[in-house]
């Protein structure tokens, strides 16, 4: 697949397409289901089936397809509600349906499913990371209106330290309303890499 992790912002497009390859001599059988999710990154996170699209938000099209051997198709995925006022996320499930196998003894397919991870941003993004150390800890929580992606944190001795001297740190997505805690090896400044849609920056804590 193309792409995995698909970003809807406001004032840009609402329609993404990812291809599907399959370098395989066999045809390839797709069975495409998105679920919205709520609560999403906590421990009450519930998956729902997208029954009305229109209601949900988000078409992907089509729910089956055949890719040929050797062959590519597209999977759209469409934003029906942009200008939303409040983030919207969605996994969509995309599966090999197993074929028969054309031979005289037992055969094995290993068929690998992918999933995509659909973030809608809401209207007016509004990121708030706020962070606070106790210790060798740092607790970091999600106060704004948009997920935020920490990645590449580390933690170095010095300014000027050889990278191999670094700690490096757990990545994680955080939703609005998750908090995070990492432990930390050294008493030197945190950095990470926040990823907000697609753009990132740099946010330290001393």
Known sequence: MSNVILHFEPGETVRQDVEIENTSEQPLYIDVKP??????????????????????????????????PHGRKL??????????????????????????????????KILVGYEVLVLAQPQQPLVKLTGERDGKALFLRNEGNTNVLLREGRQCPAADSDPADCHYLATRRLYPGNE???????????????????????????
């Open 35 to 68: 679920h919205v999710v709520s609560k999403p990154g906590t421990v009450d996170e519930v998956r729902t089936f997208i029954e009305d699209p229109m209601e949900a938000g988000l078409l992907v099209t089509p729910s089956k397809l055949v890719v040929p």
């Open 75 to 108: 999977l759209r995925f469409v934003d029906l509600k942009p200008g939303h006022p409040d983030e919207r996320i969605y996994r969509v499930a995309v599966t090999p349906v197993v074929g028969d196998i054309e031979a005289q003894t037992s055969g094995l």
């Open 180 to 206: 995070m805690r990492v432990e930390l090896a050294i008493d030197s400044s945190v950095d990470y890499y926040l990823g907000i849609g697609t753009r990132s920056s740099v946010q330290s804590w001393p």
